[in-house]
């Protein structure tokens, strides 16, 4: 597990924490401005998670509803058990069209199943084509956040990536580096052969799927080529078209602080007349990928809720620090330290649950409840249970837990073994602690030993 | 009013001046003031590293230990200990132990909270002289709802000043975490520097909290830079008279 050692590079670069402070401290102030906005917050988080809670109580149901409908629009549906299979299913599709190039919009789901790389395998290039993840992909990274992927670059980071790339005289000037991105990209969306997205919300009653985005990207990547393969998680499907209205109010107000986002693309299976927009040919991808294991517990399951509007990165004062790339997966942040290891195994990501001081903020942003510290712990006592060993000092940290709870439930040894202690001056071995701060010493007398010479006994005036 | 101290194993070792000043203000608003010598830790640095075992056992022993007690309320000086014993019922899969630790988390109050909504007192008759500025410990603050509360007492304390935090606020974690702190020591002091230098900026005599943890992570990097600022306990400030 590398997280120790990525986490100390990132603490490294001043680059990296400037643009994470900037960036995550002016979406939470947006964030709570847009919150301002809807007259009750609490009650539509509770009601979108109650509409989670229920359709993940009968997710086989709702999706057999939502693919059915699909095909009836005239999609194709695929049921994608893993990542290879995922990538099986684009990766064929991509071929029977004899596609070259494919241009996609933003999809964690891509990313997690590393669908670029599989593509490329074939022989087939994928083209970014959301601003900040052609950012990330012209500078050979992965995207640190789930919702804006390069928001550890600065400014001047990204006028020479794309002085670099792109050829374009050097410019700080955002609006001359966008137009350089959308020049660069035009060219790229009428060579595409085919366009692949991901899916924000899934409504099993209609079929329809719904894409958010500000750029208009997803627009052109969904309607522009013959074909569109859309890729989603299991649990993004909803029951109901009407649901959509509570999920509208959270995720652009959570995710990037905006009432709505620019464009929202909803999409019910093919084009029917020659004059519409939308594609000739609909594939949407469903994918488990170790989600439908989540589903086995009341605890685990409710991670499944998760909208991705990466409200509890910005909110996470670990994230804030450290970035996303130190977390090692696609999904960072604290969502991503319950993620990851349900997603992607325990033992893989088994120091990310640690990763968090369980300060609760993650909590308290989240726009359908998850409680990420009680998902969190819940998986720390997993990482213990399975003997899973966290970096170096695992076997000490067993032995002191064990020697921990043998003192603990005996008071005497207890108050014994402190005033040993205090009185032989014996200094713990904390360097971990004493390197960055001071250690405060045991108090000359503790509090039970000032009880029982005589405190216990005094009285308090009106007893 | 009868009460049983949960005084927490960091106050009674690390921090007697948080607990005795606890029963200091306890007794000058009239309650009478038990202990039980039987109390060692509730079992939280077990609980939140994973050891769920230990923790059931000290879950175990703290419920008993208080049940045991015919005291009205449990009162402590700690917002994380006391939010630990709100957590208890998770730890049993045994309704009667669920019921049992319920039992005991109804009768247990953070101080603060106890002074502002079961005695309805503000005003302890403190006096503090110099500025101040509070730092929510984050286990008081989201998991127990505790804001107001220690803000309240401290503007009623005779002579002292209290200032909100400037950015990133009082209401950012200071990182301390427990075993977090010792297991990623990088990250929680990145955290702690960001809470210092807001502490630095406020132009402080003094940094209150309500939890030792967080006070000894702050205190300790406050020496460490070689800061004036004092960290004290809400109970200490409390205790403090004329």
Request: glycine share 8%; net charge neutral; aromatic share 6%.
């Given at each position: 597990?590398?997280?120790?050692?990525?986490?100390?590079?990132?603490?490294?670069?001043?680059?990296?924490?400037?643009?994470?402070?900037?960036?995550?401290?002016?979406?939470?102030?947006?964030?709570?401005?847009?919150?301002?906005?809807?007259?009750?917050?609490?009650?539509?988080?509770?009601?979108?998670?109650?509409?989670?809670?229920?359709?993940?109580?009968?997710?086989?149901?709702?999706?057999?509803?939502?693919?059915?409908?699909?095909?009836?629009?005239?999609?194709?549906?695929?049921?994608?058990?893993?990542?290879?299979?995922?990538?099986?299913?684009?990766?064929?599709?991509?071929?029977?069209?004899?596609?070259?190039?494919?241009?996609?919009?933003?999809?964690?789901?891509?990313?997690?199943?590393?669908?670029?790389?599989?593509?490329?395998?074939?022989?087939?290039?994928?083209?970014?084509?959301?601003?900040?993840?052609?950012?990330?992909?012209?500078?050979?990274?992965?995207?640190?956040?789930?919702?804006?992927?390069?928001?550890?670059?600065?400014?001047?980071?990204?006028?020479?990536?794309?002085?670099?790339?792109?050829g374009i005289a050097p410019s700080d000037d955002v609006a001359t580096l966008?137009?350089?991105?959308?020049?660069?990209?035009?060219?790229?969306?009428?060579?595409?052969?085919?366009?692949?997205?991901?899916?924000?919300?899934?409504?099993?009653?209609?079929?329809?799927?719904?894409?958010?985005?500000?750029?208009?990207?997803?627009?052109?990547?969904?309607?522009?080529?013959?074909?569109?393969?859309?890729?989603?998680?299991?649990?993004?499907?909803?029951?109901?078209?009407?649901?959509?209205?509570?999920?509208?109010?959270?995720?652009?107000?959570?995710?990037?602080?905006?009432?709505?986002?620019?464009?929202?693309?909803?999409?019910?299976?093919?084009?029917?007349?020659?004059?519409?927009?939308?594609?000739?040919?609909?594939?949407?991808?469903?994918?488990?990928?170790?989600?439908?294991?989540?589903?086995?517990?009341?605890?685990?399951?409710?991670?499944?809720?998760?909208?991705?509007c990466g409200a509890c990165l910005n909110a996470c004062p670990v994230y804030?620090?450290?970035?996303?790339?130190?977390?090692?997966?696609?999904?960072?942040?604290?969502?991503?330290?319950?993620?990851?290891?349900?997603?992607?195994?325990?033992?893989?990501?088994?120091?990310?649950?640690?990763?968090?001081?369980?300060?609760?903020?993650?909590?308290?942003?989240?726009?359908?409840?998850?409680?990420?510290?009680?998902?969190?712990?819940?998986?720390?006592?997993?990482?213990?249970?399975?003997?899973?060993?966290?970096?170096?000092?695992?076997?000490r940290e067993r032995l002191a837990f064990w020697i921990y709870a043998t003192?603990?439930?005996?008071?005497?040894?207890?108050?014994?073994?402190?005033?040993?202690?205090?009185?032989?001056?014996?200094?713990?071995?904390?360097?971990?602690?004493?390197?960055?701060?001071?250690?405060?010493?045991?108090?000359?007398?503790?509090?039970?030993?000032?009880?029982?010479?005589?405190?216990?006994?005094?009285?308090?005036?009106?007893? | 009013?009868?009460?049983?101290?949960?005084?927490?194993?960091?106050?009674?070792?690390?921090?007697?001046?948080?607990?005795?000043?606890?029963?200091?203000?306890?007794?000058?608003?009239?309650?009478?003031?038990?202990?039980?010598?039987?109390?060692?830790?509730?079992?939280?640095?077990?609980?939140?590293?994973?050891?769920?075992?230990?923790?059931?056992?000290?879950?175990?022993?703290?419920?008993?230990?208080?049940?045991?007690?015919?005291?009205?309320?449990?009162?402590?000086?700690?917002?994380?200990?006391?939010?630990?014993?709100?957590?208890?019922?998770?730890?049993?899969?045994?309704?009667?132990?669920?019921?049992?630790?319920?039992?005991?988390?109804?009768?247990?109050?953070?101080?603060?909270?106890?002074?502002?909504?079961?005695?309805?007192?503000?005003?302890?008759?403190?006096?503090?002289?110099?500025?101040?500025?509070?730092?929510?410990?984050?286990?008081?603050?989201?998991?127990?709802?505790?804001?107001?509360?220690?803000?309240?007492?401290?503007?009623?304390?005779?002579?002292?000043?209290?200032?909100?935090?400037?950015?990133?606020?009082?209401?950012?974690?200071?990182?301390?975490?427990?075993?977090?702190?010792?297991?990623?020591?990088?990250?929680?002091?990145?955290?702690?520097?960001?809470?210092?230098?807001?502490?630095?900026?406020?132009?402080?005599?003094?940094?209150?909290?309500?939890?030792?943890?967080?006070?000894?992570?702050?205190?300790?990097?406050?020496?460490?830079?070689?800061?004036?600022?004092?960290?004290?306990?809400?109970?200490?400030?409390?205790?403090?008279?004329?």
């Amino acid at each position: 597990m590398t997280f120790e050692r990525d986490a100390r590079t990132a603490l490294a670069d001043g680059q990296l924490r400037g643009a994470l402070r900037q960036a995550t401290t002016l979406f939470g102030e947006r964030r709570r401005a847009a919150l301002a906005t809807v007259p009750d917050w609490e009650g539509a988080r509770d009601r979108a998670r109650a509409i989670k809670d229920e359709t993940l109580e009968h997710l086989d149901r709702y999706l057999e509803e939502f693919a059915a409908n699909a095909e009836r629009a005239g999609a194709c549906v695929h049921w994608a058990r893993d990542a290879a299979a995922a990538c099986d299913i684009i990766g064929g599709i991509a071929e029977r069209r004899g596609a070259r190039t494919v241009v996609k919009s933003k999809s964690m789901a891509s990313e997690e199943i590393h669908l670029n790389a599989a593509l490329a395998r074939r022989g087939i290039e994928a083209v970014e084509t959301d601003l900040g993840e052609y950012i990330v992909q012209l500078a050979g990274e992965t995207p640190s956040h789930i919702v804006v992927p390069a928001i550890h670059k600065t400014k001047a980071q990204i006028a020479a990536l794309f002085a670099d790339k792109l050829g374009i005289a050097p410019s700080d000037d955002v609006a001359t580096l966008a137009a350089a991105a959308r020049d660069a990209l035009r060219r790229r969306f009428a060579e595409a052969d085919l366009g692949i997205s991901g899916v924000n919300f899934a409504v099993a009653e209609t079929g329809t799927i719904l894409i958010l985005e500000n750029e208009g990207n997803a627009r052109m990547t969904t309607s522009l080529p013959h074909t569109h393969v859309a890729l989603m998680g299991i649990e993004k499907v909803i029951p109901r078209f009407a649901d959509l209205d509570v999920f509208l109010q959270l995720l652009p107000r959570s995710g990037t602080g905006q009432v709505l986002t620019a464009y929202q693309s909803l999409i019910t299976g093919t084009k029917r007349r020659a004059e519409d927009e939308g594609p000739e040919e609909l594939h949407i991808v469903l994918l488990d990928n170790g989600r439908s294991r989540m589903l086995a517990s009341r605890v685990t399951r409710q991670a499944l809720a998760c909208i991705r509007c990466g409200a509890c990165l910005n909110a996470c004062p670990v994230y804030r620090q450290i970035g996303g790339h130190a977390y090692g997966s696609v999904y960072p942040g604290p969502i991503g330290a319950v993620l990851s290891p349900q997603l992607f195994g325990l033992a893989r990501s088994a120091a990310l649950p640690y990763a968090s001081s369980l300060c609760g903020a993650c909590r308290d942003v989240c726009p359908v409840k998850i409680d990420i510290p009680a998902l969190l712990l819940h998986l720390r006592a997993q990482v213990v249970a399975e003997g899973v060993a966290v970096g170096k000092g695992h076997l000490r940290e067993r032995l002191a837990f064990w020697i921990y709870a043998t003192v603990m439930v005996r008071p005497r040894l207890f108050a014994w073994l402190m005033r040993a202690v205090r009185s032989l001056r014996i200094m713990p071995p904390l360097g971990a602690w004493t390197k960055w701060r001071d250690l405060r010493p045991l108090a000359p007398r503790s509090f039970r030993e000032q009880w029982r010479a005589g405190l216990g006994d005094q009285r308090g005036p009106d007893a | 009013m009868r009460v049983s101290l949960f005084v927490t194993c960091l106050a009674d070792q690390l921090w007697p001046s948080a607990a005795v000043g606890a029963v200091d203000v306890l007794r000058r608003l009239g309650c009478a003031v038990e202990f039980d010598e039987r109390q060692t830790c509730c079992g939280q640095p077990a609980f939140n590293t994973g050891y769920r075992p230990a923790a059931r056992a000290l879950a175990r022993r703290l419920i008993e230990i208080f049940e045991a007690s015919a005291a009205d309320a449990i009162v402590s000086p700690s917002g994380s200990c006391t939010a630990m014993v709100h957590h208890y019922d998770q730890l049993f899969d045994d309704a009667r132990w669920r019921e049992r630790a319920q039992g005991v988390a109804e009768r247990t109050h953070e101080l603060s909270s106890f002074l502002v909504h079961q005695l309805g007192v503000e005003d302890v008759g403190a006096s503090f002289s110099g500025r101040l500025t509070w730092h929510d410990a984050c286990h008081g603050l989201r998991d127990l709802g505790i804001r107001d509360e220690p803000r309240r007492l401290l503007r009623h304390v005779q002579g002292a000043q209290l200032v909100e935090l400037p950015p990133p606020g009082a209401e950012t974690c200071c990182g301390f975490g427990g075993t977090f702190s010792v297991k990623y020591p990088e990250i929680s002091v990145a955290m702690l520097d960001e809470k210092v230098d807001a502490i630095e900026r406020a132009g402080v005599d003094a940094v209150v909290s309500g939890d030792a943890s967080c006070l000894m992570q702050i205190a300790g990097r406050l020496s460490r830079r070689g800061s004036t600022v004092r960290a004290l306990h809400l109970a200490e400030v409390l205790a403090s008279r004329p």
